[in-house]
């Protein structure tokens, strides 16, 4: 099945610093969502993007629908220990209402 | 509470054994999804329910059935378990008098083995 590419997959950062990640498609999607999962538990939404060079913010989060509609962005200000977990993206187009996901990017912060 | 719960969290069950996954959600949502997890491959949607009497197959749904017993209650079964549906598995749902964009909002999830 069609696959988001999500990048990084993993990336260690030390407390404080600023993490930016991505998604990108060869579909042009109308909506994009990011979520969080943490260890043991479902993802959680977190950001909803619904239109091309939208960009939203929720605390420390602020994520961007990209001006092709083919890729968005993820950044986290200031991290901080219970920002680890893994960080989804999922993408939908026009005409459906089923989401494709992203491969994830494992979010480890250092103390 | 949560809004969205499944039972089991956690199963080990052997290869051909029938095995039954369920999912309730007190959101009052209309949508329902049933969703696999496996490392490095994301979440591929393995059924999909609108209503009560709306049933429809997602990318993977080889092995799999469905059962829409209620609005609130949407179960999943491996009717002969096999080794590779040892996966994480999520009951997701979704609003659509809410929403047209159809945000989803995620279980606990249930970890399967089969040995």
């Known amino acids: 099945g069609q696959q988001l590419n999500q990048s990084p997959q993993s990336m260690f950062i030390q407390e404080g610093e600023d993490v930016s990640m991505n998604c990108t498609s060869s579909s042009i999607f109308n909506t994009w969502l990011w979520y969080k999962q943490d260890p043991g538990e479902g993802p959680v939404l977190l950001i909803a993007?619904?239109?091309?060079?939208e960009l939203t913010s929720n605390g420390r989060l602020t994520a961007q629908f990209g001006i092709t509609r083919k890729d968005s962005f993820l950044n986290i200000s200031a991290s901080i220990p219970s920002d680890v977990g893994i960080y989804f993206c999922a993408g939908r187009t026009s005409g459906t209402y089923k989401y494709i996901f992203g491969t994830g990017t494992r979010l480890k912060v250092l103390a | 509470d949560a809004d969205v719960t499944q039972t089991p969290r956690n199963r080990i069950t052997k290869t051909g054994k029938r095995i039954m996954l369920e999912c309730s959600q007190t959101k009052g949502h209309d949508r329902m999804y049933w969703y696999r997890q496996d490392p490095g491959l994301g979440l591929r949607l393995i059924y999909y329910?609108?209503?009560?009497?709306?049933?429809n197959k997602g990318e993977i749904s080889d092995g799999y059935s469905v059962s829409r017993q209620a609005q609130a209650k949407f179960s999943l079964s491996l009717e002969s378990a096999i080794p590779n549906q040892t996966a994480l598995y999520f009951c997701a749902t979704s609003d659509s008098t809410v929403s047209s964009y159809n945000e989803q909002f995620f279980g606990p999830g249930t970890r399967l083995t089969v040995l």
């Open positions: 329910s609108f209503d009560v009497k709306d049933i």
């Open positions: 993007l619904y239109k091309a060079g």
